[in-house]
């Protein structure tokens, strides 16, 4: 079974540039799920969908954050202007169903905001 | 709101060492507690997934229990090897789904 594929790997922007994340969950899985992680810090949530659906982005800075989930199966993260502070590793993870079931994440991507 | 808290932040322990992380949570109202691995510079490996009904769930060498009442989960690692170094996450979903993670333990193993 294939994996939660991201891309791409790594990605170093200067600061007020545009960045745009790309994941393909586990197929079938209908809950898609990106986490932001800082150096030392647990993931947290900025958004999940369920199908094509939002079903949680109140932690989304939705001044400069957006994300699609197109026909309920590939994701798009774009931050438009990147700051500083937007360093950090943008992990995807997808799960088959919403609660209760257990969640695969990808290798993630490593932003650098310079 | 849910707070995961992972004790200790970092462990070194010698190989063949058995040993206990542990993972503790505000609300006990929660569906599943999972337990993960992340190497460095990479993405994050689903180790095991306790249910709300369960008690434990075994893989390999390791055990991972759940004990919703006190608020708590540990994930033992028996005959600790090497490549066994890591950091280990806890996070759990609670009503609003999202999976809460604590800040992890970084564990190294030494040969």
């Known amino acids: 079974e294939a994996g939660v594929a991201q891309s791409p790997r790594y990605k170093i922007i200067e600061k007020r540039q545009s960045v745009a994340f790309w994941c393909n969950p586990i197929?079938?899985?209908?809950?898609l799920y990106w986490y932001q992680q800082i150096l030392g810090q647990g993931p947290k949530l900025l958004i999940q969908f369920q199908n094509n659906g939002v079903v949680d982005d109140s932690q989304l800075p939705k001044d400069r954050f957006s994300a699609e989930r197109l026909k309920g199966v590939d994701s798009t993260l774009k931050i438009q202007p990147a700051k500083l502070e937007d360093s950090a590793v943008y992990l995807c993870?997808?799960?088959?169903?919403?609660?209760?079931?257990?969640?695969?994440f990808g290798q993630g991507t490593r932003l650098t905001v310079v | 709101k849910q707070e995961v808290t992972q004790i200790p932040a970092a462990l070194s322990v010698p190989e063949g060492e058995n040993l206990v992380l542990n993972c503790s949570f505000t609300?006990?109202?929660?569906?599943?507690l999972q337990w993960f691995r992340q190497d460095p510079g990479k993405g994050l490996t689903s180790l095991l997934l306790i249910q709300s009904s369960q008690r434990e769930q075994t893989s390999g060498r390791l055990n991972a229990s759940l004990d919703k009442s006190s608020g708590r989960s540990t994930l033992y690692i028996a005959a600790s090897q090497p490549g066994d170094s890591a950091t280990y996450l806890c996070a759990g979903p609670w009503r609003s789904e999202k999976l809460v993670f604590g800040k992890g333990t970084k564990l190294t193993v030494n040969p």
């Open positions: 609300d006990s109202a929660i569906y599943n």
């Open positions: 197929s079938g899985h209908a809950t």
């Open positions: 993870a997808s799960s088959l169903d919403r609660q209760g079931t257990e969640a695969f």
